[in-house]
């Protein structure tokens, strides 16, 4: 993954949506790129119509970016997701569908990526599919991805609801709830708003 923040308002919705899925992404990955996070805080924090739900939760993320050096998003980090063990957060769907690691929601999605011809490439990402930042790049590329048949409207929503819908929200609970996030609540606020608004669209499908 390696993605640049759009920093244009010219930007198109399906555009901006994958973007924002890739951002998300990038930023639950470890490692952080720096160049990532120089972008982050240089990014502008209106939106091009003002009142967008967005708006705020990007303008306390960019704002939290700006008062942390990258040492300091990089130990937090640590702090929630790392850790030899039982991390304090766990970034897998499977730990929030089953309350286990590798498991049946696991092996669904694996089910699934073969159905859209998708699979993790194991020689540069060593996590499972079902890491958050798995999920949100498949997210993107159904979004993105120039092969109609498979990067279409029908498919982003029942990917959303299998595999994103369920958990992220159990997830975005436990790392704003825990006393060391900063970054990682603002990002996970991001989230939740984004992952809310995508949720009403795909309601309002046919």
Request: with cysteine.
């Amino acid at each position: 993954m390696s993605h640049d923040l759009p920093l244009t308002a010219a930007l198109d919705e399906e555009t901006a949506r994958a973007e924002l899925y890739g951002v998300i992404a990038e930023l639950f990955y470890q490692p952080l790129r720096t160049a990532l996070l120089a972008q982050l805080r240089l990014a502008p924090t209106e939106a091009p119509e003002a009142g967008g739900f967005l708006e705020e939760p990007w303008r306390q993320l960019v704002g939290v970016a700006r008062t942390m050096d990258d040492a300091s998003i990089a130990l937090e980090y640590d702090t929630l997701f790392g850790g030899v063990g039982k991390p304090a957060v766990y970034l897998y769907a499977s730990h929030y569908l089953s309350g286990f690691l590798n498991e049946k929601p696991l092996a669904r999605l694996r089910h699934d990526l073969s159905t859209l011809g998708l699979g993790r490439d194991d020689t540069t990402m060593f996590d499972t599919e079902d890491h958050v930042s798995y999920v949100m790049e498949v997210m993107r590329f159904l979004v993105a991805g120039e092969d109609v048949s498979v990067s279409n409207l029908t498919q982003q929503a029942k990917f959303f609801a299998d595999h994103v819908q369920t958990w992220l929200p159990a997830l975005c609970d436990a790392i704003q709830a825990h006393p060391q996030a900063r970054f990682y609540a603002a990002l996970a606020a991001l989230t939740r708003t984004f992952i809310s608004i995508e949720t009403q669209g795909f309601d309002l499908m046919p």
